[in-house]
């Protein structure tokens, strides 16, 4: 049927009707936006943009149709609790009930109905003749499950850097030397979140300044900002993006310490508050993947992203009533790894330890020998291996060791003595582990390369710093934020080879936090 009209329905002659209704002045500020979304899915050869495209255009086509309802029925708004409550949390659901005049008029109702069938004929149209044409053009791609939605995510994501400092967030250049792509004023920035043609920003400074923005990767540009208010004492402290969906995590302070809060869900292409929202839940670390959403604080709590459901949790074992928290955790290839501490304040005292649980069941797969409570803080996972550090600090100055496991096999594959305890974060890349020792004191840290396979240290460089603030590698280059406040307001951002650890460059007007490597 589509062959009798071809002519009608080409690209050519849909992106001119999207063109006239650009050009129209009289067009509601929603319809230029879905005019926009439309011609996206014409002009972009990425598949993955063009769902997204088109998720914004039924999302607006709805929200116009139920803003007509609004304003022709008289709506009431209800929220009921349909979870149960549980000592970890419950997730309170908001169910929109709207009382319709029975007076609706029938001709609306085809109307609608006639509406709806033309756009997604239309939509549909769209879609074949723009994923035909790229074909055509040799853009063939081959579905191998998770592998090729990754490289379809990578491929539609700009090269860059993002950083920030006290006023606003940076895009540089991995390819040119220290160049600026864009910069938005934005002040407490505390999160920098890249997905895709888009960066979505945290701002964090309690009470006078919260809220999630996304912004064009591009450019730059803000697309839109959902600011929070009315949260009292509450502040965000982390967020999580995840099938379009945006994951805050708050915290509230109670008798003087940080231990309830809420975990409050956007949706990402517009930025509207999902009508559910986790509550009397404190996410010190959060990590969302595969339909898992992992919350760390005293205990580890996972649940079904989809559901809401608490699926399993876990805490620390062996310690009795003794304090305990989630240092640091994450969800690789359906497995949640954390890291528990019962202390982390006091020298050579308590315990900290790694646990590796299957995502869906909490089935333990792999824990690690046990350590002093100060002694782990960051690993890494590629494929089978977990790679962490420990250090020791009874001694000065630190001493520490990193290591690789096999989690499947509970096998320990190598250690390595390092000059310094490891307590930063890990990278890695070709087959090369990258991670910074502290020395304490005011002595300098080191940046070190490790071969992955064999724990041997290819080479060592040597950083103008006490503290490495933040840590990332793209494209051959390692960058390192560092920070040297606790002797002064020093502060910068530097590149180095990554083969051979060669310093590249230094720039001190980036700031040095939030840092983000896409490649």
Do not use: C
Not at 129 to 152: C, D, E, F, R, V
Not at 216 to 245: M, Y
Not at 481 to 507: C, H, I, P, T, V
């Amino acid at each position: 049927m589509m062959s009798e009209h071809e002519d009608f329905y080409t690209p050519e002659h849909i992106d001119e009707q999207v063109d006239t209704l650009l050009q129209a002045r009289t067009m509601p500020d929603q319809d230029q936006r879905m005019a926009h979304d439309l011609r996206i899915v014409l002009t972009n050869a990425d598949a993955d943009a063009d769902a997204h495209s088109l998720q914004r255009v039924l999302h607006q086509f709805l929200a116009g149709e139920h803003s007509m309802h609004k304003q022709n029925d008289e709506s009431i708004l209800s929220s009921e609790q349909m979870q149960e409550q549980h000592k970890y949390g419950k997730v309170i659901h908001m169910q929109e009930v709207t009382h319709t005049k029975k007076t609706t008029s029938v001709m609306r109702v085809f109307s609608t109905l006639a509406a709806t069938l033309i756009v997604a004929v239309l939509i549909g149209s769209m879609l074949i003749l723009s994923h035909s044409a790229h074909q055509k053009g040799g853009s063939a791609s081959t579905i191998t499950g998770a592998t090729h939605n990754t490289a379809a995510a990578a491929a539609s994501t700009p090269q860059g850097i993002y950083t920030s400092n006290s006023s606003g967030v940076f895009r540089l250049d991995i390819q040119q030397k220290q160049q600026v792509i864009w910069r938005q004023a934005l002040p407490y920035v505390s999160k920098i979140v890249p997905a895709g043609n888009v960066v979505y920003v945290l701002q964090s400074n309690d009470q006078s300044l919260n809220a999630v923005l996304e912004l064009d990767a591009n450019t730059g540009k803000i697309l839109w900002k959902h600011a929070f208010s009315g949260q009292g004492s509450a502040e965000p402290v982390t967020l999580a993006f995840s099938q379009n969906q945006l994951y805050v995590g708050w915290r509230r302070i109670i008798n003087n310490s940080y231990d309830d809060g809420q975990i409050d869900v956007l949706n990402a292409s517009n930025g509207d508050l999902l009508p559910f929202v986790y509550i009397h839940i404190y996410a010190e670390t959060l990590d969302v993947s595969g339909g898992i959403l992992a919350v760390g604080n005293t205990s580890l709590q996972v649940y079904n992203s989809t559901t809401h459901k608490l699926l399993w949790h876990a805490s620390m074992t062996g310690i009795g009533n003794v304090f305990s928290t989630v240092i640091s955790m994450k969800i690789v290839n359906n497995l949640v790894s954390v890291v528990f501490s019962s202390n982390t304040d006091v020298t050579g005292y308590g315990k900290s330890y790694i646990v590796v649980y299957e995502a869906a069941t909490g089935k333990q797969v792999w824990k690690s020998t046990t350590f002093p409570g100060d002694a782990l803080y960051h690993f890494a996972i590629d494929q089978n291996t977990i790679y962490f550090g420990s250090i020791n600090t009874n001694t000065q100055p630190f001493t520490g060791k990193v290591y690789a496991y096999n989690i499947q096999s509970n096998k320990e594959l190598w250690s390595t003595p390092v000059d310094g305890g490891a307590q930063e974060q890990f990278a890695i890349s070709n087959g090369v582990l990258y991670t910074a020792v502290d020395h304490g004191g005011t002595m300098d840290s080191h940046l070190l390369a490790i071969n992955a396979a064999t724990g041997a240290i290819k080479w060592q460089q040597t950083l103008d710093t006490v503290v490495l603030n933040s840590f990332a590698i793209s494209n051959g280059i390692v960058y390192t934020g560092r920070y040297n406040g606790l002797y002064s307001n020093e502060s910068s951002l530097e590149a180095f080879k990554a083969d051979n650890g060669q310093k590249l460059w230094e720039g001190a007007q980036y700031g040095n936090g939030n840092l983000v490597a896409t490649e």
